[in-house]
C-alpha cells in the first residue's frame, strides 16, 4: 500500500510538472508573437522569434537526448533546461524594441534549444517514475498534458496580453515554466547501469552518440514505422494549421475564429486520451499509430467541403486521431527504446516532428493562398502516405 501511494504520489508529481512546463511551452510561442508585434510593429520580425524558437528546437532535440542518457541524475539536467528556457525568454523580452534582431533573435534560438527538454526528454523519464502495468495508463494520462497544453497555452497567451499588455504572456509564460524545476528535480536518478552506459558513452565522440539514437530508431521495424508515420503525419497537421486561418475567414465569418477550431481539436484530443486513460487496454498501440492517420485524412477531406458544420466535425476527428496517436507513440517508443538510448529515442522522434510540422506549415501557406481546396487534399494525401508508411510489410 505504502509502495502504491508512493507510485501515485510521484506520477501526481510528474504530471504536475510537465502540464506546468508544457502550457508555458505552448504559450510561448503566441506570447512571442504578440510581444515582438507591440514592441516593433513588424509582422516580420515577430514571425522570426518564433521561426527561431520553433527551428532550434529540431536541432537541439538529438544533442539534449545524448545529454540525458550520459547523466546519473537526468532530473537535474531537466531542471537546468528549463531554467535556460525561461531566463532565454526573458532576455528576448528585455531585448524587444531596444536592440537590434540580430542580437534578440539569438536568444530565442537558444530558447528554442531547450524545447526538447519539455516535450521527448521529460516523457523519456516516465519509465523511472512509474513501470509494469500502470506505464500505459501513466502514458495516456502524460499525452494529455500535450492536449491541455495546446488548449490552455494560447489562450493563456491572447488573455494575458489583453488585460495586462502582450510583454506579460511572455513573464506568464516563463513562470509556468520555472514552476516544473521543482517536480524536475524530483524525478528518479539513471540508476547503476545506466550510470555504467552513461560512463563509456560519456568516453565517444557526440556524433557517435547522436549516430546510435537514430541508429536505435532505424534497427527496431516497429520503431521505424511509428516513427515514419508520425513523422509524415505531423507534416500534415502542420498543413492543416496553416490553413486554419483561411478556414475561419470562409465558414465561420473572420480567421481568428479558427482558434477556436484549435481549441476545439485540442480539447476533442484531451477527451479521447481520457478515455485511453482510464481504458488502457483499449488501445493496440502499433495500430492506432497508423490507423490515426487514416482518419486525419478523412477528416482533412470533410474540412475541404468548407461548410461551417463539416468543417466543426472535422477538426473534432482530427483531435481524436492526434491524441490517441500521441500515446500510441509514447507507448511504442516506451516498449522499443533501449533503456540506455531511451531519452535519445524520445527527443529525436520529438526533432524530427518538429521539423516535419514545420516543413508542413511552410509549404501549405503558399498553396492555400493559391487554393484552400488544393492544401487541404494535399495535407489529406500526406495523410494517407502516413498511413502507408505505418502498414509497411515486415520483412
Same mark, same amino acid.
Given at each position: 500500500?505504502?509502495?502504491?501511494?508512493?507510485?501515485?504520489?510521484?506520477?501526481?508529481?510528474?504530471?504536475?510538472?510537465?502540464?506546468?512546463?508544457?502550457?508555458?511551452?505552448?504559450?510561448?510561442?503566441?506570447?512571442?508573437?504578440?510581444?515582438?508585434?507591440?514592441?516593433?510593429?513588424?509582422?516580420?520580425?515577430?514571425?522570426?522569434?518564433?521561426?527561431?524558437?520553433?527551428?532550434?528546437?529540431?536541432?537541439?532535440?538529438?544533442?539534449?537526448?545524448?545529454?540525458?542518457?550520459?547523466?546519473?541524475?537526468?532530473?537535474?539536467?531537466?531542471?537546468?533546461?528549463?531554467?535556460?528556457?525561461?531566463?532565454?525568454?526573458?532576455?528576448?523580452?528585455?531585448?524587444?524594441?531596444?536592440?537590434?534582431?540580430?542580437?534578440?533573435?539569438?536568444?530565442?534560438?537558444?530558447?528554442?534549444?531547450?524545447?526538447?527538454?519539455?516535450?521527448?526528454?521529460?516523457?523519456?523519464?516516465?519509465?523511472?517514475?512509474?513501470?509494469?502495468?500502470?506505464?500505459?495508463?501513466?502514458?495516456?494520462?502524460?499525452?494529455?498534458?500535450?492536449?491541455?497544453?495546446?488548449?490552455?497555452?494560447?489562450?493563456?497567451?491572447?488573455?494575458?496580453?489583453?488585460?495586462?499588455?502582450?510583454?506579460?504572456?511572455?513573464?506568464?509564460?516563463?513562470?509556468?515554466?520555472?514552476?516544473? $524545476?521543482?517536480?524536475?528535480?524530483?524525478?528518479?536518478?539513471?540508476?547503476?547501469?545506466?550510470?555504467?552506459?552513461?560512463?563509456?558513452?560519456?568516453?565517444?565522440?557526440?556524433?557517435?552518440?547522436?549516430?546510435?539514437?537514430?541508429?536505435?530508431?532505424?534497427?527496431?521495424?516497429?520503431?521505424?514505422?511509428?516513427?515514419?508515420?508520425?513523422?509524415?503525419?505531423?507534416?500534415?497537421?502542420?498543413?492543416?494549421?496553416?490553413?486554419?486561418?483561411?478556414?475561419?475567414?470562409?465558414?465561420?465569418?473572420?480567421?481568428?475564429?479558427?482558434?477556436?477550431?484549435?481549441?476545439?481539436?485540442?480539447?476533442?484530443?484531451?477527451?479521447?486520451?481520457?478515455?485511453?486513460?482510464?481504458?488502457?487496454?483499449?488501445?493496440?498501440?502499433?495500430?492506432?499509430?497508423?490507423?490515426?492517420?487514416?482518419?486525419?485524412?478523412?477528416?482533412?477531406?470533410?474540412?475541404?467541403?468548407?461548410?461551417?458544420?463539416?468543417? $466543426?466535425?472535422?477538426?473534432?476527428?482530427?483531435?481524436?486521431?492526434?491524441?490517441?496517436?500521441?500515446?500510441?507513440?509514447?507507448? $511504442?517508443?516506451?516498449?522499443?527504446?533501449?533503456?540506455?538510448?531511451?531519452?535519445?529515442?524520445?527527443?529525436?522522434?520529438?526533432?524530427?516532428?518538429?521539423?516535419?510540422?514545420?516543413?508542413?506549415?511552410? $509549404?501549405?501557406?503558399?498553396?492555400?493562398?493559391?487554393?484552400?481546396?488544393?492544401?487541404?487534399?494535399?495535407?489529406?494525401?500526406?495523410?494517407?502516405?502516413?498511413?502507408?508508411?505505418?502498414?509497411?510489410?515486415?520483412?
Amino acid at each position: 500500500m505504502g509502495h502504491h501511494g508512493t507510485r501515485r504520489r510521484g506520477i501526481r508529481r510528474y504530471l504536475r510538472g510537465a502540464a506546468a512546463a508544457r502550457t508555458g511551452d505552448e504559450m510561448s510561442g503566441p506570447a512571442l508573437l504578440l510581444a515582438g508585434l507591440a514592441a516593433t510593429g513588424s509582422a516580420t520580425t515577430a514571425s522570426s522569434l518564433l521561426a527561431g524558437l520553433t527551428v532550434s528546437a529540431a536541432v537541439g532535440g538529438p544533442v539534449f537526448g545524448v545529454l540525458l542518457d550520459r547523466s546519473a541524475r537526468p532530473g537535474r539536467l531537466l531542471a537546468r533546461a528549463l531554467g535556460g528556457y525561461a531566463l532565454a525568454l526573458l532576455v528576448v523580452l528585455g531585448c524587444l524594441g531596444r536592440v537590434p534582431l540580430a542580437v534578440t533573435l539569438p536568444a530565442a534560438v537558444c530558447a528554442g534549444l531547450a524545447g526538447p527538454a519539455l516535450s521527448g526528454g521529460w516523457t523519456s523519464q516516465l519509465p523511472r517514475v512509474v513501470t509494469g502495468e500502470a506505464l500505459p495508463w501513466a502514458t495516456a494520462l502524460d499525452a494529455m498534458t500535450y492536449d491541455l497544453a495546446s488548449l490552455a497555452g494560447p489562450a493563456l497567451a491572447g488573455v494575458t496580453a489583453g488585460l495586462a499588455g502582450a510583454p506579460a504572456g511572455v513573464l506568464v509564460a516563463a513562470a509556468l515554466i520555472c514552476l516544473a $524545476v521543482p517536480s524536475a528535480l524530483a524525478l528518479p536518478g539513471a540508476g547503476e547501469a545506466a550510470r555504467g552506459s552513461g560512463a563509456k558513452s560519456l568516453a565517444s565522440g557526440l556524433t557517435a552518440d547522436l549516430a546510435a539514437g537514430f541508429r536505435a530508431v532505424a534497427r527496431s521495424r516497429t520503431l521505424a514505422r511509428a516513427t515514419a508515420t508520425s513523422v509524415i503525419s505531423c507534416t500534415g497537421q502542420g498543413m492543416l494549421l496553416a490553413c486554419v486561418p483561411l478556414l475561419g475567414e470562409r465558414c465561420l465569418g473572420g480567421a481568428g475564429h479558427g482558434a477556436l477550431l484549435l481549441s476545439g481539436t485540442a480539447a476533442s484530443g484531451l477527451a479521447a486520451n481520457a478515455v485511453l486513460a482510464r481504458r488502457p487496454r483499449l488501445m493496440r498501440p502499433d495500430s492506432v499509430v497508423r490507423h490515426s492517420a487514416l482518419v486525419l485524412a478523412a477528416a482533412l477531406l470533410l474540412a475541404a467541403a468548407q461548410r461551417p458544420a463539416p468543417l $466543426v466535425v472535422a477538426m473534432l476527428m482530427a483531435g481524436a486521431a492526434e491524441g490517441p496517436q500521441l500515446t500510441a507513440l509514447f507507448a $511504442v517508443r516506451h516498449r522499443e527504446a533501449p533503456a540506455h538510448l531511451r531519452a535519445r529515442v524520445f527527443t529525436t522522434g520529438a526533432s524530427l516532428k518538429i521539423t516535419g510540422f514545420g516543413l508542413g506549415a511552410g $509549404v501549405a501557406g503558399p498553396i492555400a493562398a493559391w487554393s484552400l481546396t488544393g492544401a487541404l487534399l494535399t495535407a489529406a494525401g500526406v495523410q494517407l502516405l502516413a498511413a502507408a508508411a505505418g502498414f509497411a510489410p515486415r520483412k
